[in-house]
């Protein structure tokens, strides 16, 4: 399957949201994903935290992705990432939650929802 992957396209995109608990506990079928995502020779672009990470500042995982776009506020563990781009997505955090957890919202262009960092 990787080689399939690596040949037939130009980039993965790593969007297994809110499975933390079952990458780190090997469940499937988030386990074979993860497996399959060391192993691709192809830029992945991972959303919010890449698949295997933790959200806290604890270890990064086995992938390394080439783009990281985080969600509403890059997480901690996005002090970790090394790739090429790291984007943030998402003016839509409620003022009342950027004061509870201290976000200073990003300056998005015009009406973009997508901004470089």
Same mark, same amino acid.
């Given at each position: 399957?990787?080689?399939?992957?690596?040949?037939?396209?130009?980039?993965? /995109?790593?969007?297994? *949201?809110? %499975?933390?608990? =079952? +990458? #780190?506990?090997?469940?499937?079928?988030?386990?074979?994903? $993860? !497996?399959?995502?060391?192993?691709?020779?192809?830029?992945?672009?991972?959303?919010?935290?890449?698949?295997?990470?933790?959200?806290?500042?604890?270890?990064?995982?086995?992938?390394?992705?080439? /783009?990281?776009?985080? *969600?509403? %506020?890059?997480? =901690? +563990? #996005?002090?970790?990432?090394?790739?090429?781009?790291?984007? $943030? !997505?998402?003016?839509?955090?409620?003022?009342?939650?950027?004061?509870?957890?201290?976000?200073?919202?990003?300056?998005?262009?015009?009406?973009?929802?997508?901004?470089?960092?």
């Amino acid at each position: 399957q990787v080689q399939l992957i690596n040949d037939a396209y130009n980039a993965v /995109v790593d969007a297994v *949201l809110g %499975a933390e608990a =079952e +990458v #780190a506990e090997g469940t499937e079928p988030c386990a074979a994903i $993860l !497996a399959t995502l060391k192993h691709v020779r192809i830029p992945i672009v991972s959303l919010d935290v890449p698949s295997g990470w933790t959200a806290e500042a604890g270890g990064s995982g086995d992938i390394s992705p080439d /783009v990281l776009v985080s *969600l509403a %506020a890059p997480k =901690e +563990v #996005a002090r970790r990432f090394q790739g090429r781009r790291h984007f $943030l !997505a998402g003016r839509f955090v409620p003022e009342e939650l950027q004061r509870k957890f201290g976000i200073s919202p990003a300056e998005y262009p015009g009406s973009d929802c997508v901004v470089a960092l």
